[in-house]
Each structure stands twice: as C-alpha cells, then as structure tokens.
C-alpha cells in the first residue's frame, strides 16, 4: 500500500511540475542507488531534487545576464540578490543528490516545463535589452518562483526523507518572500 501511494504521489508530482517529454522519448529515471547511509532515495524527495536542480540552474542563468542587459537598477540589484539565493539553495540541493545516491545531472534535460527557464528562454533574452529584458526576466521568474513554491510545497507532504523535506519546507518560506519581491514594472504581464 506504501509503496502504491509513493508511485501514486511520484505521478502527482511529475505532473504537476509538467514534465512533458513528447511521446515518441520517453524518459527512463534510473533507479536510486543506495547513499552513504545505505538507504536508496525515496522516489518523491529524488523527483522533487532532480526537478528543483536544473529549475534552479536555469534560473541562475537568466539572472546572470541582468547585470548587462537591465534597463533598471533597482532590476539588476534584485536580480543579484535572487540570483545569490538560487546559487545557495544549489549549495543545499547537490548535497542531497549525493546523499541519496543520485547523479547531479539534469535528467530533464530539454524538458519543456512550467517555471522552467528554457535554452529558448535564454537565446530569447539575449536577445532583448533594457526595459523590454526586465519585463521578460520578471516574467520567466515570477513563473519560476512560484512553480518551485507548488512543487516544493508537494515535496513537504508527500516526501518522506527529513532533509529533503527541511529543505523543501525552507524553499516555501523562501518564496513567499522572493514572489512578493518581485519587481512591479509597467507593461509587465499582471
């Protein structure tokens, strides 16, 4: 029964982090090797840090490109900040890959997600600059801060790993202050 309710939760979060492949690729997660403790990773805490990873790091990457492609400095310094905070919550999530056994790779690779900042994303703002940049950066993060919020608040419930889920439960505290930091700008999608 435990182990029906995990795949069941595992299916839950996948979904609702959208994590659509097209049919014809489908996607294989190796199983959990056993970490350093012995135990192998729950599916749920290693969905839930596998997914957060990459989120982060492409998060990361727009960021960086705030301090030369932001019209507003107040952008460019809340951009630095959030930045160094994503940068800090990787500190914490690699870790915990290797606590659990798992690869710190990014096996949503290509994924095309809800908040995930796509290689699209990226080539699009480099291709953008002052105001219409900010407005686009706002964006995609905004997005980003509050699937990360969803899908964190899922691995506090349904995770079963204490560290993971400490984590997760420091990453929801995080976003309800970095979302209601978000900058107002005008012409910025409501």
Known sequence: MKAVRRAATLALLLLLAGCGTPAAEP???PPPTPSATGAPADPT???WAQLMTPMNESAVALLSLAADRADDAAVRR???GLRAS???ELARLRPLLA???LPDTNVHEGHHMPGMVTADDLARA??????A??????DRIGGHLRQTAQVSRSETGAGTRPDAK???????????TEIARLPALPGAPG
């Open 27 to 29: 996607v294989s997660t």
């Open 133 to 138: 940049f900010d407005r686009f950066l706002v």
């Open 126 to 131: 480099r291709t953008l600059e002052g105001a």
């Open 99 to 101: 606590r659990m056994g």
């Open 86 to 88: 994503q940068n800090g």
């Open 45 to 47: 805490d290693a969905a």
């Open 166 to 176: 400490r984590l997760a439960a420091a990453l929801v505290a995080a976003r309800r």
């Open 78 to 80: 809340w951009a630095a």
